[in-house]
């Protein structure tokens, strides 16, 4: 039954104009970013070696599709929540502005598997948006570009080889799912709430916004809260480019957005559990 509900809250989701937006700006994003570092990619290298090509000689395809993959994912990652939340704010306060929720509550279904079927559509578009990144970033860069050594900056120049740099990219994106679906689970927070989607839209931006520059305030006193705001622990999929991995971090991280996810699921449901929709 449940599986019976998921798709379709699906047809839902990928019959609405907005579920798109998403993919058509990752899909505009990608090759602009693609095309802006072919014409200027040796340059881009020359300034992360800068200093260092006097006293080293440095071979091999520097300039490759995983340097290309890595600067898309660093320029967009920090804009998909907002693509996200688009469909996230929808989930059920499109329900009550489009008046179905006396449809729903008919169905021989009861409230608690509408609303983990609509939090279990989430998580698919949520995941269906990063494959869809995946493949233009990653696969596309290496299918134009090569492979081989990846060069990062993470405060000292790290250099990949080719062989150790497929499974980061892997583990970072699985770690960029959870960040997302925490995202997608705070609009659906906020979409639980009230009857009007563009609530949830504007709130869950603004909870994003405000974190991310209370995270960026160099004040003591909001230091100590930095660990606290998710914002903080969505970034860590940065982690596995870093050598070595500080795992403890990682996973420390990775359970406390997994934490939020289920107590905005756990929180959403209870709205949705009392929430007066016949009146």
Known sequence: MILTLVSIELSKIFKKWRTYIGFIAIGVLTPIVQLALYLTGQRYIDHLMRGLQDTFVFSGNLFNGYLVAYVILQSLF???????????????????????????VTRPVSRFQIITAKFLAGIIYTVSLLIWLIILSLIVSLLIFGSGELITFRGKLIIFASN????????????????????????????????????????????????????????????????????????????????????????????????????????????????????
């Open 78 to 104: 920090i804009h998909i929540p907002f693509l996200i939340v688009l469909v996230g704010g929808d989930l059920l306060a499109g329900e009550a502005t489009a008046g179905t929720y006396r449809v729903l």
């Open 164 to 279: 150790d740099v497929l499974w980061r990219f892997l583990c970072a994106y699985g770690f960029a799912v959870i960040s997302m679906t925490t995202v997608m689970a705070l609009s659906f927070f906020f979409s639980s709430m009230v009857e009007n989607a563009i609530g949830p839209i504007v709130a869950s931006m603004a909870v994003i916004i405000i974190f991310l520059i209370l995270s960026a305030i160099p004040v003591d006193i909001l230091q100590t809260v930095k660990p606290y705001l998710f914002t903080t622990h969505m970034v860590l999929w940065d982690g596995f480019f870093n050598d070595p991995i500080d795992w403890k971090d990682v996973l420390s991280s990775a359970i406390v957005l997994i934490g939020h996810i289920t107590g905005l699921y756990l929180l959403s449901t209870y709205i949705f559990l009392r929430k007066d929709i016949l009146s």
